[in-house]
């Protein structure tokens, strides 16, 4: 690099760095100058590319060699065991969709889990070759220890990342959320033999195979609270290896570091990992799913079982949050792209990929029947939230007097800036500030920027599209952006771009500058540690101690439920809470399902009838607490207790007379 180039690159660096700082700051303190904001993040972006152009950066574009396609009847031929086996998952799915639509038994419904969980294995071990799998099993261990550091390395943020989401697990959040606790509640139905299909919908139009899976771990000791809240957290911490292996296999070991250390601190992506919700899952898979595809196109031996694999969890997708309905849309965007933009890919990969929508389609089928057979329930939530399909889109403009394309491009600036300048306005998890601290807002948006300056890469595309698909369909499309429970899926591209960024940036100074790459290693260690710190120190130190989730009312039910769990099925409890809370709240019914309530509406003109075939206790909230004196009178012997928070505000009050 001659020195003209070198002082270009780092005078552009510098100046990129500046300006997005200082747009940050905008964005921070000077909030009704938006747009500059946006102006100065626009320029810092622009420079930044030109400092890439000039330091010639070094990460190359992949290629890959496509080998030819082989033909579907001379494997048959070759392999009639193994195309026995594809045909078996194909056939179990359909008994299980068939039969799924009838009613179940208990016994049945597990049955038939075990039946589709058959097929799927089969259909993917039938495109397996089991000689190159038992090779590869052989020189395991030989390649573990000649990468025993980067093992140890992954190891590290395995476990940092497991601490983060395991650790008082059941404390923090400090209660359960209402949403976790009806989730809760659906498991319970499915260990007293109430819920008995897996394959239908359950509460608020989620699939049900989520319910069966925190059944499988509420079966194990653990807490209500903590088991409810073990496999979210688990999934959680697994994404980040997984996301080291994808961003391995698209961009290197050091990217894939930096991304992997990221995701492993990141507040928001912790948040969601330590909730009982099905949100979380679907990362994991979308990760697995996307690594194996690219695996796939990489790779001579395993091509077929990879993309197998890929289709199972594309498919599996579909069973959880409502999310992972988008990375269909998002693998089929990126195919279409590689297909038009690179010769010969369909006539390379089609067998594959025909392999890939098998196992899709064996995987989802029983469930895409059942919206068949319910297609309201397909579109449930977005009916209801879809800013065109509710109606809200229209009937904002009118009462605003402006065009829907006005109101749409609101909508689209408050979700693309929610990780610089919009807090979510949720209840999920409402940190009073963006999805992104305003260091990592810096390498995210730079990261950002080259993947979208070098998308006609595959690595680049799937980044970008992948982003944009959540952004567009979780939050433009949908009322009250940038609501945070509807963009967890982002956590992965973002924590590449932040990765993306980090490393642009410091590649650009070592090659100005003429670094070692050692030099470069420690100051990318040390960024990304610094960010990591602050985001460990912010959800930990500053978050989790401000209670922020899920809101006073679930504080009440929480304790409510805790309390009336304590005194068992002997006792029913009359609730004094109408009309702002009423008997049954979800987290009473997770934590105490089997104490019976009853609502006293006001003003009851006299006490309630207790009865004698169950103990009574009454509950009041503070702005009915005035009626405990009439109660009294009629009850005079009894016991009061205050709840109350740790700050000392009244949570509710009850009186079980003797």
Avoid at 43 to 60: I, R, T
Avoid at 379 to 394: D, F, K, P, Y
Wanted: charged share 15%; net charge positive.
């Amino acid at each position: 690099m001659s020195p003209q180039r070198r002082r270009l690159a780092i005078l552009c660096l510098m100046s990129s760095l500046a300006l997005a700082a200082a747009g940050q700051c905008y964005f921070a303190l000077r909030r009704d100058y938006l747009w500059d904001g946006v102006f100065l993040y626009a320029l810092a972006s622009a420079l930044f590319l030109a400092a890439l152009a000039h330091a010639n950066p070094a990460l190359p574009v992949e290629r890959w060699t496509k080998p030819a396609w082989r033909e579907a009847l001379a494997w048959v031929c070759k392999h009639p065991w193994r195309a026995a086996m594809a045909c078996a998952g194909p056939l179990a799915s359909l008994v299980v969709a068939g039969r799924a639509a009838q009613p179940l038994t208990p016994a049945g419904g597990y049955c038939l889990l075990a039946l589709w969980a058959g097929g799927v294995a089969a259909y993917a071990l039938a495109a397996a070759d089991l000689g190159a799998a038992w090779a590869w099993a052989r020189g395991l261990p030989a390649r573990l220890r000649a990468h025993r550091w980067e093992v140890a390395l992954v190891a590290l943020l395995l476990l940092t990342a497991g601490l983060a989401r395991l650790v008082q697990l059941d404390r923090i959040p400090y209660i359960l959320g209402g949403d976790e606790a009806s989730m809760g509640r659906e498991a319970l139905e499915v260990l007293r033999g109430h819920l008995t299909n897996p394959f239908a919908t359950g509460w608020f139009s989620h699939p049900t195979l989520y319910f069966y899976v925190l059944a499988a771990a509420l079966r194990w000791p653990g807490g209500a609270v903590f088991g409810l809240r073990f496999v979210p957290a688990m999934a959680g911490a697994l994404t980040v290896p997984a996301l080291y292996l994808l961003a391995r296999e698209l961009y290197g070991r050091r990217v894939a570091f930096l991304a992997a250390a990221f995701l492993a601190s990141y507040p928001y992506a912790i948040h969601f990992s330590r909730l009982a919700l099905n949100n979380a899952m679907d990362p994991l898979l979308a990760v697995l799913a996307f690594y194996l595809f690219f695996v796939g196109l990489r790779a001579e031996r395993g091509r077929h079982v990879c993309f197998s694999l890929a289709g199972v969890l594309f498919g599996l997708a579909l069973y959880f949050y409502m999310g992972g309905r988008a990375m269909p849309i998002v693998f089929g965007m990126l195919v279409l792209l590689l297909a038009w933009r690179e010769p010969g890919f369909w006539r390379a990969y089609r067998g594959p990929l025909l392999v890939l929508a098998g196992g899709f389609l064996v995987t989802s089928w029983p469930l895409l029947t059942f919206f068949a057979r319910h297609p309201q329930d397909f579109m449930a939530r977005t009916n209801q939230l879809g800013i065109i399909q509710s109606g809200w889109l229209a009937a904002t403009a009118a009462a605003l007097q402006r065009s829907q394309w006005s109101v749409l491009w609101e909508q689209f600036v408050k979700s693309a800036l929610a990780f610089h300048y919009f807090a979510d306005p949720g209840v999920f998890y409402h940190p009073d500030m963006p999805l992104l601290d305003a260091a990592a807002a810096i390498p995210f948006t730079f990261g950002l920027v080259y993947s979208m300056a070098h998308f006609r890469e595959r690595r680049s595309a799937l980044a970008v599209l992948w982003f944009w698909a959540v952004i567009v369909f979780g939050s433009v499309l949908m009322e009250n952006p940038p609501s945070a429970q509807r963009l967890v899926l982002t956590v992965v591209p973002v924590s590449l771009f932040v990765a993306l960024g980090v490393a642009q940036a410091v590649g650009v100074l070592e090659r100005a500058l003429g670094w070692q790459a050692l030099s470069g290693w420690l100051l990318q260690g040390m960024a990304i540690v610094a960010l990591s710190a602050v985001g460990l120190q912010f959800y930990f130190g500053t978050y989790a101690p401000a209670r922020v989730y899920p809101g006073l009312n679930t504080e009440v039910g929480h304790e409510m439920g805790l309390y009336l769990q304590r005194l068992g099925a002997d006792y029913r409890y009359y609730f004094y809470g109408a009309p702002r809370m009423f008997a049954g709240f979800p987290n009473v019914r997770y934590l105490a399902p089997d104490v019976e309530g009853v609502d006293v509406m006001p003003p009851p003109a006299d006490p309630p009838d207790v009865g004698g075939d169950k103990r009574a206790v009454f509950i009041f909230l503070p702005e009915r607490l005035g009626e405990l004196d009439s109660l009294r009178a009629a009850y005079p012997a009894g016991r009061r207790t205050d709840f109350r928070q740790p700050s000392g505000a009244l949570l509710f009050v009850s009186y079980e007379p003797d």
